[in-house]
């Protein structure tokens, strides 16, 4: 009697009541390889008791559908497919408070393996991470124009509408009260503080050294885009400011 050959390893893996399209294994194994692959891995993953310590103490499992107990068991047990669908929504539930590194009694860091998948999403032009990140495109903007993260102008209902009716609370006479700082560069409420030119070039350099900036490329190409006519700006004037230094040296 003939057997029929058979083999035990899907080509494809999905979830069958899905409507999302199926993932290629290959896809699967590479975001895995790229998450394994980080120097930071085996430093924060040295095994797990399945304690759910971590989970009992993490703020955001209190109010989300996420588990930091859950994310180190998919990478533990390296199940491909629940890592590639934890990186759709969950890992993104997560504060980086790091309690929970802080209590695992192996030693774990689920919040630093949680970072490694978030880079990993980024690095593969998740939605997810797209849409993640996109409210946080005003804050890329402002730093690279002015090198602070957050300014007094920003802090109005327009860019937080989803604080609610909270933000009734800070809708305060900024200008003017700033004018009461007794630092004269906070006199201002474009910048929290004034970043020199210098600084600002010489963190364009870190960013592009690091892959922030082919990072930011992946996730939105518009803003990208406005960011290196900034930066070009901004370096043309710190060249400009030395060829000054220069010509009065002579
Ligand atoms: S990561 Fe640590 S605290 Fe969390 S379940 Fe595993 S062993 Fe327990
Ligand atoms: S770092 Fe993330 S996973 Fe860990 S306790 Fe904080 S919110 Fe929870």
């Given amino acids: 009697m003939g057997h029929t050959s058979t083999s035990r390893v899907q ?12 993932v290629d294994r290959d896809m699967l194994e590479e975001v895995f390889q790229d998450i394994q692959a980080d120097i930071r891995y085996d430093h924060e993953l040295n095994g797990c ?6 989970t009992a103490t993490c703020p955001a499992a209190h109010y989300y559908d996420f ?11 390296e199940n491909l497919e629940g890592i590639y669908d934890a990186m759709q929504e969950k890992i993104w539930a997560c ?14 860091s689920p919040g630093g393996l949680i970072m490694l998948m978030r880079e ?44 609610g009716p909270n933000i009734s609370k800070i809708d305060a006479p900024l200008k003017l009260l700033r004018k ?7 006199h201002t409420t474009e910048t929290a503080w004034q970043v020199n030119l210098k600084t600002s070039v010489e963190l364009y350099t ?8 082919d990072q930011l490329e992946t996730i939105d190409e518009n803003l990208f ?17 030395m060829d000054e230094q220069e010509d009065e040296d002579e």
């Fill in 180 to 186: 009461a700082v007794p630092v004269p560069t906070m």
């Fill in 206 to 213: 870190i960013w592009e050294m690091t892959g922030v900036l």
């Fill in 67 to 77: 588990s930091p107990r859950e994310i180190v068991q998919l990478l533990w047990t």
């Fill in 120 to 163: 990993a999403a980024i690095k593969h032009g998740m939605q997810s991470a797209k849409d993640v990140l996109r409210p946080f495109s005003r804050v890329m903007l402002k730093l690279i124009s002015t090198g602070n993260q957050l300014a007094p102008d920003m802090i109005n209902p327009d860019h937080f509408a989803d604080w």
């Fill in 225 to 241: 885009d406005v960011i290196c006519d900034i930066m070009d700006e901004k370096r043309e004037d710190w060249d400009d400011w």
């Fill in 49 to 54: 008791l399945n304690c759910g310590i971590c």
């Fill in 95 to 108: 504060a980086q408070c790091y309690t929970c590194a802080a209590r695992c009694p192996f030693g774990n």
């Fill in 11 to 22: 080509s494809y893996i999905g979830d069958p009541v899905s409507d999302a399209p199926a």
